[in-house]
């Protein structure tokens, strides 16, 4: 069975940056898209950034400053996040794309002054 681990979460002011970790257990990452997805409080979880082998896609929101990149060999999605916004604060999850029907832990990411 798939396990997914995040971290590199935080608090971090506005403009400030983070990098996001997620380790795949098993033998399947060289298969899939993976994806960050993030869940702020009282909103539906969305899909902010996916990669596979050749491309990435982001949401509108986050372009230009968010960058996602994947490591074959160590079996983990990173997620660059600069210039971070205060509507930026959410739990993130980090999954293939589309999804699994299990999640992982998630990994807090509070921007705030």
């Known amino acids: 069975q798939v396990q997914l681990v995040e971290s590199g979460g935080g608090l971090v002011q506005p403009g400030g940056s983070l990098r996001l970790s997620c380790s795949v257990s098993g033998s399947i990452f060289r298969v899939y898209a993976w994806a960050w997805y993030r869940q702020a409080p009282g909103k539906q979880r969305e899909l902010v950034a996916s990669i596979t082998s050749g491309t990435t896609n982001y949401v509108d929101s986050v372009k230009g400053r968010f960058t996602i990149s994947r490591d074959s060999v160590k079996r983990t999605v990173y997620l660059q996040m600069n210039s971070l916004k205060p509507e930026d604060t959410a739990v993130y999850y980090c999954?293939?794309?589309?999804?699994?029907?299990?999640w992982g832990q998630g990994t807090q990411v509070t921007v705030s002054s």
């Open positions: 999954n293939k794309d589309p999804p699994f029907n299990i």
